[in-house]
């Protein structure tokens, strides 16, 4: 119940919404012991024959009032305490967003996506229903019964009442344990349920091997084996899930029994009236829901604590990187030095970059090259400040990277990542992502020096189709190519390329770079890469072993001397022509 | 108009869906059985109680035998509806389990026909949704319709039974209710199903992109868009909100408070009946005693049918792409096995004069004619897209090739049964996929290879010292598709997963990642020793596999251009030389990226 104490500041902010809605739930329960007193009153009057028409007249009209008056109030407190709690999932989930967009990449490497929409959809859907259905039952469990129980032992008989309540705690205890069971089962139904999911995700995206090999019927057994699995486990849980009416309508059963023998017994002694004895089987009616939402309360609670305990944890975590009090606002031109002594990811052994020393001049082209886990990567996400670089300093035109507004570095830097992401935005917007109110003649502009403009134009909707599973589906080069022009468009001082040019063939990656070359002269480009002519052009080519610098310089030098850089070059340039279709 | 065409098609579903239950009948009809048990066990108490009011209570009788005699029998009435209550409740869930698993089956043996043409076209996570997600909400149609509405039907024809039974004139009073209720229902499905649904799309609305920005933020933050993309989140969770609370005031108009007012209704039928009886005759508080408490029962049923009616709905609509998907036509290509199969002996293999296009428009092959003479090894050279991959497929015969002929060992490739032909012809794909599981079931992969020949082959492919390192040596867990290993562990892995099967024909699809020189070496070294004694089809991209090949073929736009040996080619003097002298440093003063 403390999530209730967790919630609290909630509840003051939406007092009015709550207090309203508890009051309207009150009266709602007061006026739902009207009709049984009515019906046994107007049996008694029957009974005895003393029941004029103006009574019967009276007792209707009453039940009338009664009814609309609850209509109404029901749904005002469902629009009050709903509602408040559905405003809570709007506030923590724009929180929770808001949040997750503060986050740097550390915050990202160590979750899953699906873990951190969980926590959006999943635990705030947990809170929801504490906050509304669980503070309902709370309430409303508490006041029917009481009132429901005030009514009988008042207005009908303290004895009949204890006495026709006996099997009523035991009701409530057996649905507590099968909702701990039931709570066991449904949990390896779930587990059963998702590795079925895997297998079918493994099966699918495996589909190529399973063919190659003919084995799709050992595929299929294997299949068969873990949906059988799934029925299995669900049927236990069905098994425990089915107990819960049986049971409940037996102890209610037995309640009336109880109630209706020990009731007559009072009516032959003449210490009840009949009617009474009716309306008291009524009253007990009314008890059921009491002590059935008392249970689920438990439940509700328990999934709503787990889940506020999680989300505040997530909104508590702060990002890794931080800006300094008065950092610098000047966008800066583009002169880089490295010093980086050593950097190693979190939780890794080796270091992924050390002794990494360089100067690049504003205007200069950098290359970028080395196997892959060389180091070429983390060179741009430290560039980029998705992470911060403990021993060694990066510095942009006389100023540490640390002392920039994050913002205003990122302005200067134009980046391409090696997993070309796309939004599911149609072609257009995709591009000008970084610029919204870019016009049609930048976009363009940028599709062109991606060399992507007259495949899009070939496309139906031109700019304006779709990208993404409900649009077309793009190739692995025209991904890479629509994300080079997303960052050209910017016309930033800095651009990084990272491995940008992979899923492009020979000649694209040609047009691609002549156009850079020509446009940025006066600006300074990082490009890394696999292929070496995606860099033969640079200024300076450093080549990266793991995290270390060991060759560096044009790549006429390069190709002059021993090394790795040679090597790869005599491999790759028969490969390279091979794609050209050997027209050098 | 296309409403109306749309509520058609709703309901063929709706139909199609309710016949899978056909298999099911015998465990239906006792679920039934059990049912109707069980309700009349349970509705026969209150008449209990009514007669033990009339004929006990108000007579002031009190014989204390015939009274405990029924109260054992409303004792036995509660335990025999209870056990009918549970039994039949497994049994329509157990009959919703196995009707689901029947359609998981055949979905998935179905998905498994399809073509690779159709796997290109189609994301995987769509087609895992269809088999897992979409199953589970058609499975709550089953458990909804089972449970709730069957089961609520006749519990609420028992009632009228009751009622009728006791009353008639009354009986019929409250018969009409039902078109009040009908009403409601009526009401509902139109406005509260509609805004349920209306916040579904919202709230799916609201996830994709929650999901999207999850997954791009990095992107986002590079670019300098959180706070846009905030705002748009924004508005979208507003959407969902107010929509939400479109519902939520929908339900409270039509749902649990408008049934309960028709409660109070009618009790006041019920009051009003016997009051107006009571004027001129004595009436029965056992039979008033015996209405209210079916009232009272009467009306939760009628909540529960309600709150489920969106249910339906959304499991209809997950049925339409379930059977989308399984009126899929997109088959795989027939074979035209002729019995028995011919046998791949020596591993011979001719094209002539194969064309083939994906499409059916553009050709990726034109006239392609060679032999792999048994034991050789043909190397495939060209540029992406030059049609190298295409060969490969043809010859594995995932797609169909429409003119021309392939042999094997001078047979029709039609002709072999799916089972020689798999066996026969080992894939070594670029990227190496691996599955769960340890490592030895990934190299024996569903083969019922022994231990020691597992062991065997991994020395083969010299693999086996990477394996014995791993801290569980072959019984080593292969999580996350193998992401723990080196993309060169991950080849060799596979080449062990295609070598304990011996086939007779290699084809390897030679990755062009680049990876590190020992990597390299240790896989050239693999190779070399598979190829001995198999004819083996490469798509080459390493200058060592070229020059092993007994025979090299430059393809270009689907034509082959050269072909030859590596020395012949170089004697040619044609593209391949040149590529090659340039590739020796003769030429080196050509640049790569000379204009």
């Given at each position: ?240 899930d089915a107990l819960f009416d049986p049971t409940i309508s037996l102890i209610i059963g037995l309640s009336y029994l109880l109630s209706v023998s020990y009731g007559s017994y009072l009516v032959i002694g003449e210490q009840l009236s009949i009617g009474q004895l009716i309306a008291f089987t009524t009253y007990l009616g009314l008890l059921i829901w009491p002590m059935l939402a008392f249970g689920w309360l438990f439940n509700i609670v328990e999934r709503g604590k787990a889940s506020y305990e999680r989300v505040t ?272 | ?595």
């Amino acid at each position: 119940m403390s999530v209730f104490a967790d919630l609290f500041w909630y509840f003051k902010s939406e007092k009015k919404r709550y207090i309203g809605g508890i009051v309207l739930l009150a009266l709602v329960s007061l006026c739902l012991l009207l009709p049984p007193n009515i019906v046994g009153r107007a049996i008694d009057q029957m009974k005895a024959g003393t029941l004029t028409k103006s009574d019967l007249l009276l007792y209707v009209l009453l039940l009338a009032i009664v009814a609309v008056t609850v209509y109404v109030l029901r749904f005002f407190w469902r629009v009050l305490i709903y509602g408040a709690s559905i405003s809570l999932a709007l506030l923590l989930r724009n929180r929770l967003f808001t949040h997750y967009t503060k986050m740097s990449a550390s915050f990202y490497h160590k979750r899953r996506v699906g873990d951190l929409m969980a926590h959006a959809t999943n635990d705030l859907q947990a809170i929801q229903q504490t906050a509304g259905d669980g503070v309902l039952t709370l309430v409303d469990s508490i006041m029917m019964g009481s009132f429901t129980m005030i009514a009988m032992t008042t207005t009908i008989s303290w004895k009949l009442t204890l006495v026709s309540l006996l099997p009523l705690p035991f009701m409530a205890w057996s649905t507590s344990r099968y909702g701990n069971l039931l709570h066991k089962r449904f949990a390896s139904a779930q587990a059963a349920f998702s590795s079925m999911n895997d297998k079918v995700q493994e099966s699918i995206a495996g589909v190529r091997v399973i063919k190659a090999f003919g084995e799709e019927k050992h595929d299929r057994d294997a299949f068969q084996a873990l949906s059988k699995q799934v029925v299995k486990q669900n049927i236990e849980v069905a098994k425990v899930d089915a107990l819960f009416d049986p049971t409940i309508s037996l102890i209610i059963g037995l309640s009336y029994l109880l109630s209706v023998s020990y009731g007559s017994y009072l009516v032959i002694g003449e210490q009840l009236s009949i009617g009474q004895l009716i309306a008291f089987t009524t009253y007990l009616g009314l008890l059921i829901w009491p002590m059935l939402a008392f249970g689920w309360l438990f439940n509700i609670v328990e999934r709503g604590k787990a889940s506020y305990e999680r989300v505040t944890a997530l909104l508590k975590e702060e990002a890794c990187i931080q800006e300094e009090a008065h950092a610098c606002e000047k966008v800066p031109l583009g002169e880089i030095s490295l010093a980086l002594s050593t950097f190693t990811y979190d939780g890794a052994n080796s270091p992924a970059l050390r002794d990494v020393y360089l100067t690049i001049e504003q205007g200069m082209t950098i290359g970028i090259v080395g196997p892959t886990g060389s180091g070429k990567s983390t060179l741009c996400k430290l560039l980029l400040r998705e992470m911060d670089c403990e021993e060694g300093s990066i510095v942009i035109d006389d100023v540490s990277i640390r002392n920039y507004r994050v913002d205003t570095l990122r302005q200067a830097i134009g980046y391409v990542p090696q997993d070309h992401f796309l939004f599911s935005l149609s072609i257009f917007e995709n591009i000008a992502f970084g610029k919204p109110d870019a016009s049609f003649k930048e976009v363009k502009r940028a599709a062109q020096a991606a060399a992507i403009y007259e495949e899009i134009c070939q496309l139906s909707d031109g700019f304006q189709t779709l990208v993404g599973e409900r649009g077309v589906t793009l190739s692995g080069g025209q991904k890479q190519r629509l994300s080079i022009a997303r960052a050209l468009l910017l016309q930033s001082t800095i651009l990084l390329l990272d491995d940008a040019l992979s899923a492009v063939d020979a000649k694209t990656e040609e047009a691609i770079l002549s156009v850079l070359k020509k446009e940025r002269q006066q600006q300074t480009t990082l490009i890394t890469a696999h292929r070496l002519s995606s860099v033969a052009h640079a200024d300076c080519i450093i080549v990266l072993d793991e995290g270390r610098m060991v060759q560096k310089g044009t790549h006429e030098e390069l190709i002059a001397s021993q090394g790795w850089y040679q090597e790869t070059y005599r491999r790759q340039a028969l490969e390279q022509l091979l794609e050209k279709g050997g027209s050098s | 108009m296309s409403q109306r065409k749309e509520r058609k098609q709703q309901w063929m579903t709706l139909k199609r869906l309710l016949a899978y239950l056909k298999g099911e009948r015998k465990r239906l009809s006792f679920a039934v059985l059990c049912l109707i048990l069980a309700s009349g066990a349970e509705l026969t108490g209150p008449i209990l109680i009514k007669h033990v009011l009339d004929e006990y209570v108000t007579k002031q009788r009190f014989p204390t035998n015939t009274l405990m005699m029924l109260g054992m029998a409303y004792v036995s009435l509660l335990i025999v509806a209870a056990i009918f209550h549970y039994v039949q409740l497994v049994l329509f869930q157990t009959t919703a389990m196995h009707v689901i698993q029947t359609m998981r089956n055949d979905l998935f043996a179905k998905v498994q026909k399809l073509s690779l043409r159709f796997y290109d076209l189609t994301p995987v996570g769509s087609l895992v949704s269809r088999i897992t997600n979409d199953t589970e909400a058609i499975k709550d149609l089953y458990m909804t319709v089972l449970s709730t509405f069957v089961q609520n039907i006749v519990f609420l024809t028992g009632i009228f039974i009751a009622m009728f039974s006791l009353n008639v004139t009354l009986g019929l009073f409250c018969l009409s209710l039902l078109p009040l209720i009908g009403l409601i229902m009526m009401n509902y499905r139109k406005y509260s199903s509609q805004s349920f649904l209306h916040m579904r799309e919202k709230l799916s609305a609201l996830n994709a992109k929650l999901h999207e920005s999850i997954q791009g933020m990095m992107i986002v933050q590079a670019f300098r868009q959180q706070k846009r993309v905030r705002q748009e989140f924004q508005t979208i969770n507003e959407a969902h909100h107010a929509a939400w609370m479109k519902n939520m005031k929908w339900n409270g108009l039509l749902l649990r408070p408008a049934v309960d007012l028709v409660y109070v209704f009618s009790i006041m039928l019920i009051l009003s009946y016997f009051g107006t009886q009571s004027f001129t005759n004595t009436v029965e508080v056992g039979v008033i005693y015996a209405f209210v408490a079916y009232i009272d029962r009467f009306f939760e049923p009628v909540n529960m049918m309600m709150s489920r009616l969106a249910t339906v709905q959304q499991a209809i609509v997950a049925g339409e792409r379930v059977f989308a998907l399984s009126d899929e036509k997109e088959e795989e290509v027939e074979n035209r096995t002729t019995h028995p199969s011919p046998v791949i002996a020596s591993g011979e293999i001719q094209f002539d004069n194969v064309s083939f296009s994906y499409d059916g428009e553009r050709d990726v092959l034109k006239n392609i004619s060679f032999t792999a003479k048994a034991g050789q090894m043909v190397a495939l050279v060209g540029h992406t897209g030059s049609g190298k991959s295409s060969i490969s497929n043809v010859l594995m015969r995932f797609y169909p090739y429409h003119s021309g002929e392939v042999r094997l060992d001078g047979e029709l490739l039609e002709q072999f049964s799916e089972q020689e032909l798999r066996s026969n012809i080992g894939l070594v794909l670029q990227d190496s996929f691996l599955f769960s599981g340890d490592v030895a079931h990934n190299v024996r992969f569903f083969s019922n290879a022994s231990m020691a020949r597992v062991e065997e082959v991994c020395q083969f492919v010299q693999v086996s010292r990477f394996i014995e390192k791993l801290p569980e040596g072959y019984h080593h867990p292969v999580a996350e598709r193998g992401s723990r290993f080196s993309s060169g562990e991950r080849q060799l892995l596979s080449f062990a997963r295609t070598m304990i099967r011996e086939p007779r024909i290699l084809i390897l699809d030679e990755a062009t990642a680049t990876i590190d020189t020992q990597t390299e070496e240790a896989l050239q070294r693999a190779l070399q020793v598979m190829r001995q004694g198999r004819t083996t089809l490469a798509i080459a991209h390493r200058l060592s596999t070229i020059q092993a090949a007994d025979l090299i073929l430059v393809l270009h736009q689907g034509v082959i251009i050269e072909r030859g040996t590596h020395e012949e080619l170089l004697a040619l003097g044609g593209q391949y030389y040149r590529m090659f002298s340039l590739q020796q440093g003769i030429m080196e003063k050509i640049q790569l990226n000379s204009d």
